[in-house]
């Protein structure tokens, strides 16, 4: 049994089972998806053998979001910018068409022709393109798309299930996050189910942890983590580089 906080982590490492956990509890409360998962012949079995109780219930905008949910989205962004490029190279050559054109109008199935010729004669090519094209998305970088991506898609008074949201973020972008999706559980009364092994989003405050690496799942505190205890104890044996000294 499962007993979960604003902020509740499902914590382990490869093949713990954190994801496949997530999977059956978004699929047992019949959450929206925008990505399909595979899902072993056991699967249905899983599902059949779980039940839960709500004290209220779930908003119709709750959802699950994966790490394939945000590759999509910078994927889909990349593909509109090369759409809008190959957009703007035909608009020049429209431009030029339009400009020494011998045009004459017949009937008004030609006046947008006959706009087109005016506005290039009367416009500079830049300006032309520029009025007959919306200008380039920015295209961040894969850690700012994916940060706007869960901005954008995290509402108000929502359940969300996060499957290791912290995949192509830098170490200060999880700690954003982390504020983020704590700031969210705190203030806009969301509710948090997150897959990760980010020691930046299992140090959310409040959060409860579940290790899924233990034989029986226990609750643990952040800091008992193997995960973290890792990376604790890689920094404590260079701490001298960091205060200057040489590492022997």
């Not at 998806?33 to 599902?47: A, E, K, L």
């Not at 200008?135 to 290791?164: K, P, T, V």
């Not at 509710?191 to 029986?216: C, N, V, W």
Request: aromatic share 12%; with cysteine; proline share 2%.
């Amino acid at each position: 049994m499962l007993d979960f906080e604003p902020v509740t982590i499902l914590y382990g490492g490869n093949g713990s089972g954190k994801s496949t956990a997530l999977n059956i509890m978004a699929e047992t409360l019949g959450l929206k998806r925008d990505t399909p998962y595979n899902r072993s012949s056991f699967f249905g079995d899983y599902i059949k053998l779980c039940s839960y109780r709500c004290d209220k219930p779930i908003p119709k905008e709750s959802r699950m979001i994966t790490s394939d949910d945000v590759f999509d989205f910078m994927l889909n962004l990349r593909s509109l910018n090369d759409g809008i490029d190959r957009r703007r190279e035909e608009l020049f050559e429209d431009y030029l068409d339009a400009k020494y054109a011998h045009f004459q109008m017949r009937s008004l199935k030609d006046y947008e022709a006959l706009k087109k010729v005016n506005m290039a004669r009367s416009h500079t090519q830049s300006r032309f393109v520029r009025e007959n094209l919306m200008g380039n998305i920015r295209e961040y970088s894969n850690g700012e798309s994916a940060f706007i991506y869960f901005s954008e898609n995290i509402q108000e008074n929502c359940l969300y299930m996060l499957d290791e949201p912290e995949n192509s973020l830098s170490a200060v972008k999880q700690q954003e996050l982390a504020k983020f999706l704590e700031d969210s559980a705190r203030f806009f009364h969301c509710q948090m189910i997150i897959a990760t092994h980010s020691p930046f989003l299992l140090a959310i405050r409040g959060a409860k942890i579940y290790d899924m690496d233990e034989e029986t799942v226990d609750v643990k505190q952040w800091t008992e983590l193997e995960n973290v205890k890792v990376y604790y104890d890689f920094f404590k044996k260079n701490k001298d580089a960091f205060e200057g000294g040489y590492i022997s």
